[in-house]
C-alpha cells in the first residue's frame, strides 16, 4: 500500500490514485479511491515566487474516497492563502488550528513560518525541498497513469511509465520561471508566469529565432533529412536585423524568450544524462 503521512501524523492512503477531470487543466485533482473522507489534510511549498498547497477534500455526495486538490498563490499575496485555508476549512482537525502542525518545503516555510503560527495558530515541520521533490515524483510516475506525457507540436501525448523499469532516471526541475519573471515584468508588465504563457502563446518566435530553413532553404532541408524549423541560433534575425526592440511584438519577443530559455534547459538536461548514460529524462515544472 502506497502510504504518505499528513499533519497531525496521520496517513495518507495513496493506493489506487488516479487523476480525475480534463488531463489539459493545469491541475487535475488526483482521486484516492481508499482514502477515508475524514477531516482534511494540507502541506504547503512555499517558495520564491508562489505558494503551491496541495490537500484533501471530500467528494460530496457520501461518495467514496477523498480528492487530492492543488492551489496555488503569489507569495506576496499571502493573507490570502491564509483567507482560503480558513474558507475551506482545512484546519478542521482541530478547532481553529491550535495545536496543529502542517508540513511545508521551500524558503519560505523558514521566512513565514512566524506568520502562519500568528494568524492560523499552526506550527510548519519544515522539510527539505529536494526531498520533497524527488518523493513527489517518484509518487506520480509510479503511482499515477498519464502522469507523463510528452508534448509535440501542441499535443499532450501519455507515456506508459513501468513502475519496475522507472530508475534511473534525471529529474529536472524547472520552477516557477523567477528568471523569466524579472525579464517579462520589465518588458511587458507580466505579474504571473501564466500572465507571460499566454502571451508567449500569441507571439511568432520564427520572427527573431534564426532556424535551419533559414540558412539551407527548404529544400535543402528535404534532401538532407532535417526539420525546416529546428532552431539555430535564438534571436539569430536581430543580428542582420536594422529594427530597435520597440520595433518588434510584445508577443514575439516573449515567445522567443521563451523558446531561448526551453532550449536551454533540454541542451543541459541532455548533455547531463548523457555524461550519466541515463536516457530517460522527466521535466518537472
Known amino acids: ?23 489539459e487543466d493545469r491541475n487535475p485533482p488526483i482521486f484516492l479511491p481508499r482514502q477515508p473522507a475524514a477531516s482534511p489534510l494540507l502541506a504547503l511549498d512555499i517558495g520564491g515566487t508562489l505558494i503551491k498547497l496541495v490537500y484533501t477534500a ?3 455526495g457520501g461518495a467514496d474516497g477523498t480528492d487530492l486538490r492543488f492551489a496555488k498563490f503569489e507569495r506576496r499575496r499571502l493573507q490570502e492563502c491564509f483567507n482560503f485555508i480558513r474558507a475551506e476549512g482545512l484546519l478542521a482537525s482541530n478547532a481553529g488550528g491550535e ?10 516555510a523558514y521566512k513565514f513560518a512566524d506568520d502562519f503560527l500568528e ?3 499552526v506550527c510548519l515541520d519544515k522539510l527539505d525541498e529536494m526531498d520533497s521533490v524527488v518523493s513527489g515524483a517518484n509518487f506520480l510516475l509510479q503511482s499515477i497513469p498519464g502522469a507523463a506525457f510528452t508534448h509535440m507540436n501542441g499535443l499532450r501525448n501519455p507515456v506508459d511509465v513501468s513502475p519496475n523499469n522507472l530508475f534511473p532516471y534525471l529529474l529536472v526541475n524547472i520552477g516557477s520561471g523567477v528568471s523569466i519573471l524579472k525579464v517579462a515584468l520589465l518588458h511587458w508588465g507580466c505579474k504571473s508566469y501564466d500572465e507571460f504563457l499566454q502571451l ?8 527573431l ?17 532535417l526539420s525546416t524549423s529546428t ?13 530597435k526592440l520597440t520595433d518588434y511584438k510584445p508577443e514575439d ?10 532550449y536551454n534547459i533540454a541542451q543541459v538536461s541532455f548533455f547531463f544524462s548523457a555524461c550519466l548514460l541515463v536516457i530517460n529524462i522527466d521535466f518537472l515544472p
Open 1 to 23: 500500500m502506497a502510504e504518505a503521512t499528513g499533519h497531525g501524523g496521520r496517513v495518507v492512503d495513496l493506493s489506487g490514485a488516479e487523476i480525475r477531470g480534463d488531463l
Open 58 to 60: 471530500s467528494r460530496g
Open 99 to 108: 495545536g496543529v502542525t502542517l508540513k511545508a518545503t521551500g524558503g519560505g
Open 119 to 121: 494568524k492560523l495558530g
Open 200 to 207: 508567449s502563446q500569441k507571439g511568432d518566435n520564427f520572427v
Open 209 to 225: 529565432d534564426l532556424i535551419v530553413k533559414d540558412i539551407c532553404g527548404e529544400l535543402v532541408c528535404q534532401k538532407q533529412g
Open 231 to 243: 532552431l539555430a541560433s535564438s534571436f539569430g534575425k536581430v543580428i542582420t536585423s536594422k529594427k
Open 253 to 262: 519577443l516573449a515567445s522567443t524568450l521563451l523558446s531561448a530559455f526551453t
